[in-house]
């Protein structure tokens, strides 16, 4: 009989099988220790082999659990150990289990397919597992933030300092031009959303076109995606799938990699209660500095515009008779000095019986921002069951998470109002006090850069600008899981899992009329503005599988899967503004213009069959992965067609080799992945329009549908070795990969006269190679001090094979243009190439920086080419954990080498002339390698016609000529950062004992408390327009970086 018949046999002959009873019981109480020094364990799990018990060991290593009345096995597991079997002799009625520890995690259980995993030990592929204690080692302000120098391989960064989040996690460089570029994210089972939708922030800084309903919102609105609203204290542990080989089993959505997050579950034993709360604050850093202005001259000749015009002269003369300027403000420091707290209280509750088990948790955090008025407020509330049925034939596992995000992240980033506070103290010289009001309370008018509703005062802005997003979140999933069949043999299992995500993110502008930038009117010839937005998400999903897990003899076991995926996710934004407000409307019905927009922006139904096939042979040394999955997506041109994703792997260790290698496994895997196409590449749709007589249209979207477009694909090859030598002290992890991507979404041009600019097609290659290493070391293991460390080394690179030949080469979207640097899609180039304009000399050789200056009679020509690479030469992490006695040290420090980046912040303070080394002499440190620093003239004339002398800012300026030549502002991003750092004290028990509690741990916790760069702006990890495929590099006027200090108290009953 074939298998597959045996699986339908058994899963009818179960149905009709009468369930017994479970016979009378006994209950076993014991004590988990650490081998080396007797330490207790604490949420150890106990579970009894073959029967429905588990339980959880408390804070002091104890536990009980009721098994059957014969002789049993007890299996004994805790993250960071060893696990272990314990023989309980029917006579037996208290345990001892002392565990060794595990400290390269290979017994952790990694995902090999949509219901199946294996020991690490025995993984196929390159795994990446973060435990919960990595994750909250120090408090952080989203997911992305907690996971940096975390993840070999990945490129996690954030796009600004400001409270809340808003980051982006690259795996294995870049998968796609057009299409999506975000990891995906299961938690708990289920597909979540990580949107990022506008809160209409460019209805105010403009710096996307803003008079049409399409410009309430912009990319460039320093935007929070979703993961910011999941909760780290709810997390027990994250995977991180890398390669094709591990992530095909997820399909058209898996090209750039998974991320599966598993919630704290509760488990059988006395209830127990933990208490954990935290108080900090967080304070700017890496501040940009000011130029220091010494006499009202220095203000006035401001060279490029800026300076002061008749009536500013005036009101300069009256605050400075004698010429003489004593003091110089530092607008930034003085603006981002917010002395808020911050603060978490979070409370767990779990517990159980041998067949129900719980687990709760409530959180409640406050993030204060560095500027006045600015924070995230998040409240969660998760709850988990799992619950045994018919003598634990049956498991239920319920979980709800539910959110409520509130963020107010002030104005930030680029803008072409000067509402953007870095941006407009640019051009604002420290010389009269912003932050002060006369005797009505009315803020002091900022004179410069053209005074009046031109600009604003930041001060002024930050005290009654409203800009809130504020998001109602759910997430629930169940899982029922049936035991057919339990045999030696054979075990045969039933599941049904279905999820959901919901999130209502609602947007609140309220910008008064009598604020400067809007008084009288602002630059779009209104005074106040108002806009609501209204974002609607939901994303289900269901799995039906079965599994037969079959184990012919001892040392060999095949484990099948099969089963059917749907999903849907459906993505709304409603925008409503209103400008012209009279004094105290805030409403969006009652302005002069009204502008709408109504977008649904995604609207996916996607199935989806699979199989799997896992092997375990020659005493579990030999381990076989092997699996498709085929899809179909009402995204793709043809939805009928299933798209089939193959994915093959196998790792072979070779043990017991002495005491130099004690162990090394082999591995080697294949796998194909896809990139669904974007919601309407198939169809032509409709866009908002312009508000005609107060009434919102439509107008056809300039792309023109593809009703052949298919998902994008990668192919990927990956080899590795894991191997442990010393003894069992050391482990190094090495692994190299070759991707190729093909059918790229791009988007030539048309001809324009036929109402469509572009077509969407799929076409072109992109290759990656890439390596990932990790040493870790278990270097002391006493019962009174332990030293553990962990180095990740990533490099990669990536190649433009080719384009259709109707595709010319073209500037990726989202940039300034070749005057700043952007990336550039062109055959036989890197994606992460920075092209600008360069200027080059009559035999075409691309001259030094500093020529426009230095030499211009030899500049004939400026060519938009390679300019810089974004791309790192390499990246490494080091973590360590260092325990002597009660106290432990932990921290992560995060190292970039190399990459560049385009500074655009610094250029706009050398153009204001107020940027802090302004004023430096012309010397090879102050400028840096590459620069031509022969023949420097001695003065240069302002476009006002003042003769002034040349200085470190007017020559960088000067010599980028207005974008002639991008390399002036094009910085080297090495940096070094200690990224999160604990110091925790286990308290007595005496102390213990005191609170009538079972643990008591107090806590010292920072992050990004220090960064070594010679980058001159904040962070050259931050960019200007979020989470982006390309163009990543582009820093301009960010809500600045912060370091976050932290005392808390964890104490557990």
Not at 613 to 633: C, I, M, P, T
Request: net charge neutral; with cysteine; hydrophobic share 35%.
């Amino acid at each position: 009989m074939s298998k597959h018949a045996v699986f339908a046999a058994a899963v009818v002959a179960l149905s009709l099988t009468p369930v017994p009873a479970r016979a009378q019981g006994r209950d076993v109480t014991g004590r988990v220790t650490r081998a080396v020094g007797g330490v207790p364990v604490g949420l150890a799990t106990i579970s009894e082999f073959g029967g429905p018990s588990v339980t959880q060991s408390a804070a002091d290593g104890t536990f009980r659990i009721t098994v059957a009345a014969g002789d049993v096995r007890l299996l004994v597991r805790a993250i960071g150990y060893q696990k272990k079997e314990v023989l309980v002799k029917a006579g037996e009625s208290n345990v001892v289990v002392p565990l060794a520890e595990d400290p390269f995690k290979l017994e952790a259980v990694v995902v090999t397919g949509q219901a199946t995993t294996l020991e690490r030990r025995n993984a196929t592929t390159a795994t990446v597992n973060v435990s919960s204690e990595e994750v909250n080692r120090a408090p952080a302000a989203s997911l992305e933030q907690a996971l940096q120098g975390k993840v070999p391989g990945a490129m996690v960064s954030m796009n600004s300092g400001a409270p809340g989040g808003g980051g982006q996690i690259q795996v294995r460089g870049i998968t796609s031009i057009l299409g999506a570029g975000q990891p995906l994210f299961v938690v708990d089972g289920v597909i979540i959303s990580n949107d990022a939708i506008s809160d209409g922030a460019n209805s105010i800084t403009g710096a996307g076109a803003r008079t049409t309903a399409a410009g309430i919102g912009s990319t460039q609105d320093a935007l929070v995606n979703r993961l910011a609203d999941l909760n780290m204290q709810e997390i027990e542990s994250i995977e991180v799938l890398k390669s094709a080989a591990a992530t095909a089993m997820y399909g058209s959505r898996a090209t750039n990699g998974v991320v599966i997050i598993k919630s704290k579950r509760g488990a059988g034993g006395a209830p127990r209660f933990n208490l954990s709360s935290r108080l900090g604050r967080s304070v700017a850093y890496r501040l940009l500095g000011t130029r220091q202005f010494h006499t009202v001259a220095q203000v006035r000749t401001l060279p490029y515009g800026n300076g002061a015009g008749k009536a500013d002269s005036a009101l300069l003369a009256a605050l400075y008779p004698s010429g003489q300027i004593p003091f110089t403000h530092d607008y930034e420091s003085e603006l981002y000095n917010n002395g808020e707290p911050n603060y978490e209280l979070t409370g767990s509750f779990n517990g159980g019986t041998p067949t129900t088990q719980y687990f709760v948790n409530l959180t409640g955090r406050n993030e204060a921002g560095t500027a006045p008025n600015t924070n995230a407020r998040l409240y969660t509330l998760r709850t988990n069951v799992d619950q045994s049925l018919a003598d634990g034939k049956v498991k239920v596992n319920l979980g709800l998470n539910i959110t409520r995000n509130s963020d107010n992240r002030g104005l930030s980033n680029n803008d072409n109002t000067c509402t953007s506070p870095i941006y407009c103290f640019a051009y604002t010289p420290g010389v009269i006090n912003l932050d002060s009001t006369d005797a009505t309370g009315t803020f002091v008018r900022n004179p410069f850069n053209g005074g009046g509703a031109t600009v604003s005062n930041p001060f002024e802005t930050f005290r009654f600008l409203r800009l809130n997003e504020l998001t109602f979140r759910q997430i629930g999933d169940v899982t029922a899981t049936w035991s057919a069949l339990n045999t030696a043999q054979h075990q045969v299992s039933l599941s049904i899992l279905g999820g959901f995500d919901r999130a209502q993110v609602s947007g609140d502008v309220f910008s008064p009329s009598f604020l400067q930038y809007e008084n009288p009117r602002a630059s779009d010839g209104f005074s106040g503005r108002t806009v609501r937005t209204e974002g609607n998400i939901f994303n289900y999903n269901l799995r039906y599988s079965g599994t037969w897990a079959y184990q012919p003899s001892s040392g060999i076991s095949l484990t099948t899967t099969a089963g059917f995926d749907y999903e849907t996710q459906y993505l709304r934004v409603v925008r409503t503004r209103a400008r012209g407000l009279l004094p105290g409307v805030e409403t969006t019905n009652s302005g002069t213009v009204l502008d709408e927009a109504d977008q649904v922006l995604g609207d996916f139904r996607d199935d989806a069959l699979w199989a799997n096939e896992q092997v375990l042979a020659l005493d579990e040394r030999l381990a076989l992965v092997a699996g498709v999955r085929a899809d179909r997506s009402s995204a793709n041109g043809n939805r009928t067609v299933r798209n089939v994703f193959p994915h093959a792997s196998a790792s072979y260790r070779f043990t017991d080799l002495g005491d130099l290698f004690n162990e090394v496994k082999l591995r080697g895997g294949w796998g194909r992945t896809g990139n669904r196409p974007r919601y309407a590449d198939r169809d032509v749709v409709l866009n908002a329009g312009t508000t005609i007589g107060g009434i919102p249209t439509l107008v056809q979207a300039p792309i023109a549908g593809n009703a052949d477009i298919k998902p994008e694909t990668l192919n990927e090859i990956e080899a590795g070795a894991d191997v442990t030598f010393l003894n069992r002290r050391l482990q190094f992890e090495g692994t190299a990969y070759r991707r190729k991507i093909t059918e790229l979404l791009l988007q030539p041009a048309t001809i324009p006269s036929g109402g469509l600019t572009n077509l969407i097609i799929n076409g072109g290659e992109l290759r990656t190679r890439g390596i990932e290493a990790a040493l870790s070391a278990a270097v002391m293991q006493r019962s009174d001090m332990d030293l553990n460390f962990r180095a990740t080394f990533t490099k990669m690179r990536q190649d433009i094979q080719n384009l259709p030949t109707t595709v010319p080469r073209f500037p990726a979207p989202g940039s300034f243009g070749a005057a700043f640097g952007r990336n550039f899609i062109s055959p036989g180039g890197h994606t992460t190439w920075i092209w600008g304009n360069v200027p080059l000399d009559s035999s075409g050789k691309i001259l030094p920086v500093g020529s426009i200056v230095t030499n211009p009679n030899a500049v004939v020509a400026i060519r938009d080419t390679v300019a810089g690479d974004y791309n790192p030469d390499f990246m490494m992490a080091f973590s360590s954990s260092f325990r002597w006695k009660r106290l432990t040290l932990s921290m992560t420090v995060d190292w970039q080498q190399g990459g560049q980046v385009a500074d655009m912040t610094r250029t706009l303070w050398d153009e204001g002339g107020t940027s802090r080394d302004y004023d430096d002499p012309i010397t090879r440190k102050s400028m840096g390698s590459g620069w031509d620093l022969k023949n420097i003239p001695a003065n240069y004339v302002t476009p006002a016609g003042d003769t002034l002398p040349y200085t470190t800012g007017s020559f960088r300026y000067n010599s980028w000529g207005g974008g002639t030549d991008v390399r002036a502002y094009v910085e080297n991003a090495t940096n070094v950062t200690l990224r999160d750092v604990s110091l925790s004290y286990q308290a007595p028990d005496r102390w213990v004992q005191a609170l009538g509690a079972q643990s008591l741990r107090l806590n010292l916790q920072a992050r990004n408390l220090l960064k070594f760069t010679g980058y001159w702006s904040f962070d050259p990890q931050f960019n200007n327009f979020g989470a982006t495929n390309l163009n990543r590099f582009i820093d301009l006027a960010p809500y600045p970086s912060n370091r976050q200090f932290y005392l808390s108290v964890d104490v557990g009953w």
